[in-house]
């Protein structure tokens, strides 16, 4: 049975997500504070984190980064929930790690699905433990990546889009394409972040040439590609 672990200090939320979670077929469990939680996730290591922004003790974004920071925990998906639904608040949280968003109030079926189908991707992410594209090699088991035999740093939303493109290497992407398979689907961005996240993804892997294969396809979009 997968473990859900809850972040969340409103108890009338925490009720709701412990039915619809059980319901589902979870193990649910649930820290009121952030700093509790922080606790608790070390010793639980759960298969998923739910994750209130606002925490009375601590942010929810700094929790996200102390997750990511933490080599036993930064591979747990992190679905942040909050009433903060503005685009630069959804784009801090992706920055910091965060895999999923949901906005106060949302459906508890939606929410069902967005694990379940990130807990399905997280599943696919770990069946293959390296991938390697000409002189790029990804081990997905460290979460490290190297060019030409030296580690390259990524940022959390740089890596996945970097893991997309090398499963499947040499087709073409359009951004709504990319957003649905790094972001998931009823993430409300604009094209201009995805491209900001490839222009930190290009200029990560550009200390080689051999590196350089971020090719833009004008009108359609991104792939990983080495140009001929």
């Known amino acids: 049975m997968k473990t859900i672990f809850s972040i969340e200090d409103e108890e009338s939320l925490v009720s709701l997500l412990e039915y619809n979670i059980s319901s589902a077929g979870y193990k649910f469990e649930h820290s009121m504070t952030g700093y509790e939680g922080m606790m608790n996730i070390q010793k639980v290591k759960p298969d998923l984190i739910l994750l209130d922004w606002m925490l009375p ?41 965060a895999d999923d968003y949901l906005v106060k109030p949302f459906s508890p079926k939606e929410l069902i699905a967005r694990i379940r189908a990130l807990l399905r991707r997280t599943s696919e992410r770990t069946s293959s433990s390296k991938l390697s ?13 190297y060019c030409c035999d030296k580690e390259t740093k990524l940022g959390p939303r740089e890596y996945r889009i970097l893991e997309f493109f090398m499963k499947n290497p040499g087709r073409v992407y359009t951004r709504q394409q990319i957003l649905d398979a790094v972001w998931g689907t009823n993430v409300y961005i604009t094209d201009r972040t995805i491209d900001v996240h490839i222009r930190r993804l290009r200029k990560a892997l550009s200390t080689t040439e051999e590196c350089k294969v971020i090719r833009t396809i004008r009108s359609s979009g991104y792939s990983l590609d080495i140009e001929k």
């Open 57 to 97: 003790d601590i942010s929810g974004i700094e929790i996200c980064k102390f997750i990511r920071s933490n080599k036993e925990l930064q591979r747990i998906p992190v679905i942040m929930l909050t009433a903060r639904g503005e685009e630069d608040d959804v784009i801090s949280g992706f920055d910091t790690g």
């Open 133 to 145: 594209y000409a002189n790029i090699i990804m081990d997905i088991d460290m979460h490290r990546v």
